[in-house]
């Protein structure tokens, strides 16, 4: 072969060389991407192959594949490429060739976009990966990159770049033996960033986060930068929960570099000083991580703390008040509860600063802490926190948006204050102070609330001049609202200029004068008018007309000031229509106010006159001069004319309005018969007018759908605005059952008496058992109520109707006060005596309720009828009586003894035999509790004559609700005292169970605590790395073979929290079910859930023990290891059994391992999720804990 021939054959043989190196490298990257079958491939080769891939080469697929790279499945599968490439370099080609400025020129050119960068970040970390794998120590990687990696850090966005740019410089770090450069950098460029930027980005607080422990050891004093302390405290108020646990955790690691640098310096001073501040902080941190938790009993303990650091006094007050407004921000109702009365008790207002105030006024501004049913905030706690100046309390009133009842109650306190309180407060707060009053939705506390505010701001008031009075009315009133303005209003004629010009009586304030106005029309107005220049009246000139004008002159001094003549109004021709539209409405309704005023009749005025009238909404005055003049004629309106005047009735608010009003409407209705037609009407919207009506409306359709009001009971804030009015307002709206009561007592007999004791046996039937205040418990409450007041008159009792009591009095599901109620029906109204001795006897036959019923009955008629009992009827009353004191039950025993002791008492039982000995004998078997025993209502209700007053009295004692009582008690000191003990003795008897407590005020140190990982706070990278790393846990768990979801959730929540990666089910489809998250509380989506069928079992477990697993059984078999000095192979396989059957026995033979765990108890075998518990907590201490 020559020269040239045998040049062109190596020639050639080269280039087949290099294009066979270059399909391999291609070819590799396509096995990378599954885009070619493993069997077509000679794998070997081709890492061969890529191993004499040249850095130029690498670098050039980089940049040539780059796009490539934004799909992550083929960003993973290059990451083998980079690996396998760099063996050459770091073998032979590191000593000549500087990584790093290729690197550093990759990135400068892909660094533009944060989507492109993370792309790079994580090439560079797979370079650094693969470099520290192949541990290359003498391998160049030019710090450049990471300079600019570091510079770049501050400014990034993404926040999972953050994390993997962090990452990236960690490995850089531990390669490289940097210890101060790059974190240098990046410290100085965050504080910058968190100096200038207002709201900072989480980035900034990840990058804090993630690298505090590397700036504390450039910069030992980071903890006390202002600029680091002002960003915990901005997190730490943060709404954001998850901001707020990134505070928590920067906020421990301050804690720890402050003490550490503390004890450092402060050499002279004590060790117990240096351990106070610690505790103290720590207690700080703790009662804030605990607030995050909803549970009370989390959060309860901890603040127990709260006492010893707010007296020591060793924390800035910047910290403490964010944590008082954590603190009053929380949601659980009883930490809220907690919170208030101990600022209350701790604080006055003005130790609070103004946003600490605010939250505290806030979070009072709830209905929940004025329940008077319940829980009730006591005006009395507020006594020593309003001490002090009150400015900002009042300042901060004004800025909340108030509901009522908290509203109304903080105004009654602040009412007991001397007026010095309200010293410092401007107009401007006393005006938004009345706008919030006007916005209360309930009208009788708006009221209250009203009057209070007048009170309280009185010498603020006075000091007005007419103008600011004006405006402050108006802020403070709603045209209905009632209030006396008119005495002030004369006092301020004084503070008005001559030469002003500007209409001050036009819009809502004439309307609230309009509401306010006298029924005369005086001098004293007359006289006001005159100081006021005209230009200032507006339509002040129209309110005249709506009064009664006398016969004094005042009529003719209001004609003359305005030169006008009155024929002009009486005959309704009105001027032209004017521009302003509301001026115009103001004249016409003054007209008609004075043309109804000086109407002598209806009987003359025309329907054309009639439609002019109640074409406008009409004023209260304008409505009563109708419905008396209605109550007096004799004419025949049309339909129409008295529908309307109905219309503008119903909706006035107030019932002060409905008493002239409705009498004479209803009279009119009456006599003209048409009653019937507007009577269901009248009842839905304005019930209150029927009371004036003499017609019997018992039968109406409208009282068979209201069934007795129970469907209107409130619920909500509703219900605790009306309890809170009845308690404190007296005004229960009750219209309605007050109507029916009324009813009942004129037209009711014993067939309605009889119609309600069906209604009360329906209800039975239909649910015989009940709660107390339940919808049926208050139906049968109603229905007694209505008893009580249709039996006055009622003389005899039919034996149908006394059979019916009967049944009700010994029905077994009755709540008590249904129960003492009827009790004391029949013994009133009850059967001759000897129905009364025959159920006495039968009585031994019953139930122990039945029994106590029974002899509460007896005991009411024989105090109230003993002139009918004869002597021998009373020896069988005792020796009955006796009898049931020897019975089985105690209740039953009790209530016979107390009986037969008051009986024996009288002078009606003087003659009974060994009376002295009996009773003496009751008071020891009582053992001297019997004066308390004698508080039973039972034994008290006898004296009471009147049905409906013993049923008031029943509802009292028994706490039935607020709107259940219709009215209270007002009789001598003796029996209010006597009605106290019954209350108390029953509440008693209810709350049987009541504990000591005396175990809660026990000091503990340990308060419980939730863990917060910080796998929550850090962001983690999601770097991925070739070859992966091996995790520090190596088990495997197979619960493939278990059935219940349960178990299966709580064995995958168990793997969770003990850091065990990698579980194995028969089916992933399990983990979507309920009964499985029920238990696995979301650790299914940290977990590594693998799908093995049970089928498939033996070959998964076979290919495992040939990586080098071994598996270890929980099963109970003849050579099995016990378990309490089992040690756990490092690569294992824990195999859990099937609930019932265990491991099948085709999988025993496979077991490394069978373990037991011995028992000393009578059941066979554990719970698996329980069994699996201990088995992976025994693994975890043998090989994870000891890497803590």
């Known amino acids: 072969m020559s020269g040239a021939e045998k040049g062109n054959h190596n020639y050639e043989k080269s280039l087949h060389i290099v294009e066979e190196k270059q399909n391999n490298i291609d070819n590799f990257i396509k096995f990378q991407m599954h885009q070619v079958n493993n069997a077509d491939l000679n794998v070997n080769a081709l890492q061969q192959a890529v191993t004499t891939v040249s850095i130029d080469d690498l670098f050039e697929i980089l940049e040539k594949n780059f796009e490539s790279y934004r ?24 000593s000549n060739f500087d990584i790093g400025l290729c690197l550093y020129a990759f990135y400068k050119t892909h660094k533009e976009t944060e989507q492109d960068l993370m792309i790079v970040v994580q090439i ?11 541990d290359s120590n003498e391998t160049n990687v030019a710090a450049k990159v990471f300079v600019d990696l570091a510079k770049q850090l501050p400014t990034t966005v993404d926040r999972k770049l953050v994390a993997n740019i962090i990452a990236c410089l960690h490995l850089y770090r531990k390669m490289h033996k940097d210890n101060s450069g790059l974190i240098q950098i990046i410290l100085t460029d965050l504080l910058e960033c968190l100096k200038t930027i207002s709201v900072h980005r989480k980035t900034h607080v990840d990058i804090l986060m993630q690298l505090f422990d590397d700036f504390c050891a450039i910069n030992s004093d980071l903890y006390c930068e202002p600029v680091v302390i002002a960003t915990i405290q901005t997190l730490l108020k943060s709404s954001q929960r998850e901001e707020r646990k990134s505070a928590y955790y920067l906020l421990k690691k301050m804690i720890l570099f402050f003490i550490k640098s503390q004890k450092e310096k402060g050499i002279l001073l004590s060790s117990d000083y240096w351990q106070n501040i610690e505790r103290h902080w720590l207690i700080y941190a703790t009662i804030l991580e605990n607030l995050e938790e909803n549970q009370s009993h989390l959060i309860l303990p901890s603040l127990d703390n709260l006492k010893d650091v707010i007296n020591g006094k060793l924390l800035q007050s910047s910290w403490m008040d964010i944590l008082f407004v954590r603190i009053l921000s929380h949601t659980n109702s009883l930490v809220i509860r907690w919170s208030i009365e101990y600022f209350l008790t701790t604080f006055t207002c003005s130790e609070l600063n103004s946003h600490v105030l605010r939250q505290f006024l806030e979070v009072c501004n709830s209905n929940m802490l004025y329940n008077c049913e319940g829980y009730f905030l006591k005006r009395e706690k507020f006594s020593k926190f309003l001490q002090g100046d009150l400015t900002n309390v009042y300042e901060l009133i004004g800025e909340i948006n108030w509901k009522a009842v908290p509203l109304h109650n903080l105004l009654t306190v602040l009412k007991s204050y001397n007026n010095e309180s309200v010293r410092g407060v401007t107009y401007d707060q006393v005006i938004k102070i009345a706008a919030r009053i006007r916005a209360l939705q309930d009208y009788h506390i708006r009221q209250s609330a009203l009057a209070i505010a007048n009170e309280i701001f009185d010498g603020i008031i006075e000091k007005m001049n007419m103008r600011e009075y004006v405006n402050y009315v108006e802020a403070l009133c709603n045209p209905t609202d009632k209030c006396n303005v008119f005495e002030k209003l004369y006092s301020k004629v004084g503070t008005v200029r001559s030469n002003e010009t500007a209409r001050l009586f ?21 006289t006001f008018l005159k100081k006021l220049p005209i230009a200032m009246h507006g339509w002040l000139k129209y309110l005249p007309f709506h009064l009664y004008l006398g016969n004094d002159g ?16 009486i005959e309704l021709k009105l001027p032209c229509y004017t521009a302003d539209r509301n001026e115009y409405d103001r004249h016409l309704l003054a007209a008609i106010s004075f043309y109804v005023r000086n109407l ?4 003359n005025v025309s329907e054309d006159t009639f439609r002019i009238i109640f074409n406008h909404k009409l004023t209260w005055n304008i409505i009563e001069r109708l419905s008396n003049l209605l109550m007096e004629t004799q004419r025949n309106l049309s339909t129409w004319v008295i529908t309307n ?34 009577l269901t009407c009248l009842i839905e919207k304005r019930p209150s007018l029927i009371f004036y009506s003499q017609t019997c409306v018992l039968g109406n359709p409208i009282f068979e759908s209201w069934n007795y009001g129970c469907d209107d009971i409130k619920k909500g804030d509703s219900r605790i605005e009306e309890s809170y009015r009845a308690t404190f307002l007296g005004r229960p709206n009750n219209t309605m059952r007050n109507l029916w009561l009324y009813q009942i007592n004129t037209f009711g007999g014993e067939d309605y008496i009889l119609h309600l004791v069906n209604q009360h046996k329906l209800i039975s039937k239909k649910k015989p058992r009940y709660f107390a205040n339940s919808y049926e418990h208050r139906l049968k409450i109603r229905i007694a109520l209505g008893l ?3 039996n006055k008159d009622i003389s005899f009792i039919s034996d149908d109707l006394m059979d019916s009591l009967w049944s009700i009095l010994l029905d077994e599901n009755n709540q008590l006060n249904i129960s003492y109620f009827y009790e004391y029906i029949v013994g009133t109204l009850g059967p001759s005596k000897d129905e009364f001795l025959k159920k006495l006897k039968a009585a031994h036959s019953l139930t122990s309720s039945q029994q106590v019923s029974i002899l509460s009955a007896l005991f009411t008629f024989c105090m109230r009828n003993a002139d009918q009992l004869n002597h021998e009827d009373k020896n069988t009353v005792i020796t009955d009586l006796m009898a049931l004191t020897m019975g089985a039950n105690f209740h039953t025993r009790l209530f016979a003894q107390l009986v037969l002791f008051n009986l024996l008492a009288t002078k009606e039982f003087h003659e009974i035999p060994y009376r002295s000995q009996l009773m003496k004998s009751i008071e020891v078997a009582t053992q001297g509790k019997l004066e308390e025993h004698c508080n039973d209502l039972r034994l008290y209700l006898y004296t009471f004559d009147d049905a409906f007053d013993a049923w008031n009295l029943i509802m009292y004692v028994t706490n039935a609700p607020y709107d259940e009582i219709v009215r209270n008690f007002n009789d001598s000191l003796e029996i209010e005292e006597r009605i106290s003990k019954c209350k108390i003795a029953f509440s008693k008897k209810v709350d049987r169970n009541v504990e000591n407590n005396s175990e809660n005020n026990i000091v503990c140190n340990q308060v419980q605590r939730k863990m917060n990982p910080s796998k929550e706070v850090l962001e983690s990278s999601n770097l991925m790395v070739y070859p992966a790393k091996q995790t520090d846990c190596q088990m495997f768990v197979i619960a493939s073979l278990i059935d219940k979801l349960p178990n299966l959730g709580g064995i995958a929540r168990t793997c969770e929290v003990l850091g065990i990666e990698n579980l194995v089910m028969d089916t992933k489809k399990d983990v979507e079910k309920n009964d499985f998250k029920n238990l696995s509380m979301t650790a299914e989506k940290s977990l590594n859930i693998m799908e093995v069928k049970a089928n498939d079992l033996r070959d998964f477990i076979i290919e495992k023990q040939r990586e080098g697993y071994a598996v270890v059984g929980a099963e109970q078999t003849c050579n099995s290891e016990n378990f309490v000095n089992f040690k756990f192979p490092e690569k294992c396989i824990l195999l859990l059994g099937h609930e019932k059957d265990g491991i099948p026995p085709t999988l025993l033979g496979l077991l490394d391992h069978a373990v037991e765990i011995p028992q000393f108890g009578q059941v066979r075998s554990l719970n698996v999720h329980v069994t699996g518990a201990l088995f992976m907590w025994e693994y975890c201490k043998q090989h994870l804990v000891k890497s803590l």
Do not use: W
């Open 554 to 569: 005042t009529l003719k001094e209001f004609t003359d000031l305005y030169n006008i003549k009155i024929e002009d109004y």
């Open 600 to 603: 002598k009749s209806l009987d």
């Open 506 to 526: 036009d819009g809502r304030f004439y309307e609230i004068l309009l509401t306010n106005s006298p029924y005369y029309m005086d001098k004293e107005f007359i």
């Open 71 to 94: 799909n992550i499945s083929n960003l993973k599968n290059l990451l083998p490429f980079i690996h396998f490439s760099l063996r050459r370099y770091v073998h032979k080609d590191h």
């Open 788 to 790: 009580a007041n249709a």
């Open 645 to 678: 005047l109905v219309d503008q009735i119903l909706p006035l608010e107030g019932e002060f309005a409905i008493r002239p009003l409705g009498i004479g409407l209803l009279r009119y209705l009456e006599r003209k018969g048409c009653l019937k037609e507007y």
């Open 124 to 134: 560079i970390h797979q370079f650094l990966y693969s470099l520290n794998v192949y």
